[in-house]
């Protein structure tokens, strides 16, 4: 069994709305060293596979087919094996 | 004539656009639920507003995955008319069958409007009844409609014509001020290259009555019909 935690966030060229709003926030609360922030979605998958290449193929397939739209977000993620 | 609205988990305006065919073009139309593997004998499409799924993961994105719509794939690829309005303009999207994505509002709210439309193109199944230079009064009610594509598409979208509808003033000028949400060029609906699909985030469906307030988006289901018959 492996884990994968999938972060996708907004494309750099794509604007978001949600963390410049939330930046203003940060700075009216005095936070005023925040510099940007920006929003993004968090995927905890677990996939019932044998080896880690595998895990990684799915996930691949899984981001690109539905978890990510490409046209306005980017993914990352690590893997790790459940013991 | 046979037109079919299709209904998925979470459609809010399938009602809407029912009644407009029905009862005011008198057009046969039928409810096709989202799990049906096929449409059936059938000659336009509404891909009708609402939050499919709850909205989940993003607007239109499990929708586009549901069982019609490789029926709907192959009836668009065909070049049938498919008409997908807010939700619907969204599953497009997801779908792949027109370029481009919706954010959410540059403001974050929901807005429930009326606004104004440009027709730019008059030469599609859903325009050809427009008055000439009319901006069309018809009302908005989204929380992502903020139009966005990237430098290549947008280019792509101006040099085929494919940028239908535009947000502008009630003098019909495509003016910053008249943007409600944040849109690329203030993208309000698009058709595909081949022109027998359109997306837009307005509601021709809330706006085809004078009793209403509007029926300027009746000329646009007239477009299609006219077409059709």
Redesign the interface.
Known sequence: MFRVKIDVT?KK???D??GK?ILLSLHSLGFDKANDIRVGKYFDLKLDVDNADIAREQAIAICDK??V?S??EEYSFVIEEIK | MKCKVIVFPGSNCDYDCFYIIDKIFAINVEYVWHKNPTIGPCDFIILPGGFSYGDY??CG??AR?SPIMNDIIKFAKKGNPILGICNGFQIL??TGLL???L??????KFICEHVYLKTNFYDTFFTNAIEKDKPLSIPIAHGEG?Y???RDIIKKLQDNNQIIFQYCNASGEVTNDSNPN?SINNIAGIVNKKRNILGMMPHPERASEKIIGTDDGKAIFQSVINKLL
Do not use: K, W
């Open positions: 907004l060229a794509v604007l709305p949600q709003t539905l978890l739209n046209v306005i | 993961l993003r994105a499990i995955f999207l997801e370029p481009g994505a954010l959410r509002n540059n403001s974050l903020n966005f594509c990237d944040g």
